[in-house]
T-cell receptor
């Protein structure tokens, strides 16, 4: 079982719709959870972080965490063509003083005008 | 504010050739990382340096060496390149648990 699992997609949504991106992780003691956005040919950039169960909102983005189900999601409201990118889920675990961060393979999102 | 600077951006090597990828950060971070990114595999950690003077192996270290030259600079060396090392390489520096990535090096080994 992979440590961090994501569906590679592509996930296609029409402009203005809600895009829902999902991620599961295997290690129950994982502590911090992140979403990075990566445009084609570019480097990943951090867009959201979440540490406790529930929702965290930032503009059109909402991160959701359910530690009991080992599940993290990212909702993008009012999706725009500029949101078309690959979204990487990342999970942090403090392993013997070292902050181990494991990335998923990423979900490719396509927002159709 | 440059953040994390990687050179070169593109490189083509012949099998058996060597090269060094350079990385420098100006954010005064202690930790620096080298990842490779391959289709369907995601970002995989090659080596990391938790602080100046220390380096440790990550998930896929075979065929690579690193040097933490000072707090700013962390280089990745391929001593004898193989086609399996064709990939996109990212350097990152870390504040707490947040990674800031360089722009990447697209390496092709023929």
């Amino acid at each position: 079982q992979k440590e961090v699992e994501q569906n590679s997609g592509p996930l296609s949504v029409p402009e203005g719709a809600i895009a829902s991106l999902n991620c599961t992780y295997s290690d129950r003691v994982s502590q911090s959870f992140f979403w990075y956005r990566q445009y084609s040919g570019k480097s990943p950039e951090l867009i959201m972080s979440i540490y406790s169960n529930g929702d965290k909102e930032d503009g059109r983005f909402t991160a959701q965490l359910n530690k009991a189900s080992q599940y993290v999601s990212l909702l993008i409201r009012d999706s725009q063509p500029s949101d078309s990118a690959t979204y990487l889920c990342a999970v942090n675990l403090n392993s013997g003083g070292y902050q181990k961060v494991t990335f998923g393979i990423g979900t490719k999102l396509q927002v159709i005008p | 504010n440059a953040g994390v600077t990687q050179t070169p951006k593109f490189q083509v090597l012949k099998t058996g050739q060597s090269m060094t990828l350079q990385c420098a950060q100006d954010m005064n971070h202690n930790s620096m990382y080298w990842y490779r990114q391959d289709p369907g595999m995601g970002l995989r950690l090659i080596y990391y340096s938790a602080s100046e003077g220390t380096t440790d192996k990550g998930e896929v270290p075979n065929g690579y060496n690193v040097s933490r030259l000072n707090k700013r600079e962390f280089s990745l060396r391929l001593e004898s390149a193989a086609p399996s090392q064709t990939s996109v390489y990212f350097c990152a520096s870390r504040e707490g648990v947040f990674d800031t990535f360089g722009s990447g090096t697209r390496l092709t080994v023929v």
